[in-house]
């Protein structure tokens, strides 16, 4: 597959007011991508589009081989993983963990939906293993910590063995330890060569993984910068993308801003 991910001149509109204004983007397999841009940017419309939950207003939609509307949609999703405030909102609290991870098999929120094998569940298990919460398969999901429960989602995401990661601000809300907890999660994942490609949200340089390969600068619905991690994380660019003199450092394989 020579991209995973294919834009052209997407945009997006509410009340004809624009949100994303003609957006082209490629995803190659074995890329890891951060967006980054400041509150409105259009940054979790933009994942929307790209794991098949929203319709552009214009543009053309290629995500794994998949024409966005030539294909059935709900079929297609099950290849691609996906974490956002809007998924945990949607489970039951006293769902157990193990379940969470589990019913991501049929993009189901319930586990009654459908009937489930112990490979299913062995598969759940393993899942929870790769984040080091297995002790809390049996767990109601609502009793979690942030951290515990972000750590699920992404438990959640792998399950299908996806062929695309869409993470829509994970680390939102997290202290300090359950922040750097998680990052390192995603960049043991993301440095995993057998990983499906990621794409990453976030508002925050410090939040972004070693291993990232690739960053797109998003302001007002407009890329301003995207490309090789390196030549976009730089002054000039950062600082235009949220409206502020910003220095930029790269230090130990992590990235910080800070005011001038």
């Known amino acids: 597959m020579a ?3 294919r834009l052209r001149g997407v945009s997006w509109r509410v009340d004809g007011a624009p949100i994303l204004r003609g957006v082209d983007w490629d995803v190659h397999p074995h890329e890891r991508w951060v967006v980054l841009g400041p509150n409105g940017s259009g940054k979790s419309t933009l994942l929307r589009i790209a794991a098949l939950t929203l319709h552009p207003s214009t543009g053309d939609v290629e ?6 509307g030539r294909i059935d949609v709900r079929q297609h999703r099950r290849a691609i993983g996906v974490t956002s405030a809007a998924v945990a909102g949607s489970l039951r609290a006293d769902l157990h963990v193990v379940d969470v991870v589990m019913t991501a098999r049929y993009g189901a ?12 569940r062995t598969r759940a298990i393993e ?6 919460i297995v002790d809390l398969a049996e767990h109601a999901f609502g009793t979690l910590s942030s951290g515990e429960r972000q750590r699920a989602l992404l438990a959640r995401a792998l399950m299908n063995d996806p062929d695309l990661l869409v993470l829509d601000e994970p680390t939102a809300g997290l202290d300090v330890g359950g922040r750097e907890t998680l990052v390192a999660d995603l960049d043991r994942l993301a440095a995993d060569v057998a990983s499906p490609p990621v794409v990453l949200v976030t508002h925050h340089l410090e939040e972004v993984p070693a291993s990232f390969t690739h960053a797109l600068l ?14 976009v994380l730089v002054d000039d660019q950062v600082s235009r993308c949220f409206g502020l003199e910003l ?5 130990g394989g992590r990235w910080s801003a800070r005011a001038r």
Do not use: M, S
């Open 3 to 5: 991209r995973v991910l």
């Open 63 to 68: 995500v794994l081989g998949g024409r966005l």
């Open 109 to 120: 929120l319930e586990p009654w939906w459908h009937t489930y094998t112990d490979h299913d």
């Open 127 to 132: 899942c929870l293993a790769l984040f080091d």
């Open 218 to 231: 998003l302001r007002h619905g407009t890329v301003l910068a995207k490309g090789p991690i390196d030549d």
């Open 247 to 251: 220095v930029v450092r790269h230090d």
